[in-house]
């Protein structure tokens, strides 16, 4: 959904998405990350992952926005596969965001399947957009991601809402994480974040034969 730009007096509605978006810009590294981006020149890009749902955390425990955060995840969607592509592009922002004095994260998620098995010894369909790797994220409490536009407007993915993000409620996604990736994200969660309801993995046969299937999670991306 596409939403106001990011100017410090823009109004704030009490819609979800816009508190949402409050809370992200809160923390001014996504700020500039939002701002800087468009002048990378990728298609399909979105910041995602802990930048954005750890920044609620923090913002909701009264923290520094910035707080706990190791990376921030910056998605985009390329179909020239190739390393060299993509370390073009990386070479790129690491030049663009290098003044921000945190880790900026940029990969391109339609070359995940290239070397998913590789790393992890099981195949990985290939994914058909940003959104759909943020869709396969270790828990629906980190499927969000914000992209902004030349003017600054942004749009947001939030395919799970709003609700359990507030709460400061983790649900699990197992779609294809397996239950210990999830366990050891969340355990290093509630280590920096104490009042998060953590759920338990969930102990159905469907998701135990989908557990097997998949696999390890998709690198660092809800980290």
């Known amino acids: 959904m596409e939403t106001p730009g990011m100017g410090q007096d823009d109004p704030v509605t009490t819609s979800d998405e816009q508190l949402f978006l409050a809370r992200i810009l809160k ?23 802990g930048a954005l749902f750890q920044t609620v955390w923090n913002v909701l425990e009264g923290k520094d926005p910035r707080a706990g955060i190791r990376d921030y995840d910056l ?13 073009a592009v990386i070479l790129r922002a690491r030049e663009l965001f290098g003044d921000l004095g945190v880790d900026v994260e940029v990969r391109n998620e339609a070359r995940v399947h290239v070397w998913y098995e590789e790393r992890f010894g099981v195949p990985a369909a290939p994914f058909t957009s940003s959104t759909d790797a943020v869709d396969h994220f270790a828990a629906k409490t980190c499927c969000f991601a914000v992209t ?26 197992p779609v294809l994480a397996p239950q210990d990736v999830y366990e050891a994200k969340t355990r290093r969660w509630k280590a920096e974040w104490p009042t998060l309801n953590v759920l338990p993995w969930p102990t159905s046969p469907a998701c135990s034969t989908l557990q097997s299937r998949c696999g390890p999670a998709i690198g660092s991306g809800d980290d």
């Open 27 to 49: 923390n001014p590294i996504n700020r500039r990350i939002l701002r800087l981006a468009p002048s990378l020149g990728v298609s399909d890009w979105w910041l995602t992952a």
């Open 75 to 87: 998605f985009y969607f390329d179909e020239d596969t190739s390393y060299e592509a993509e370390d």
């Open 148 to 173: 902004s536009d030349e003017a600054g407007a942004l749009t947001t993915y939030a395919p799970h809402g709003y609700d359990d993000l507030f709460a400061r409620k983790i649900v699990p996604n």
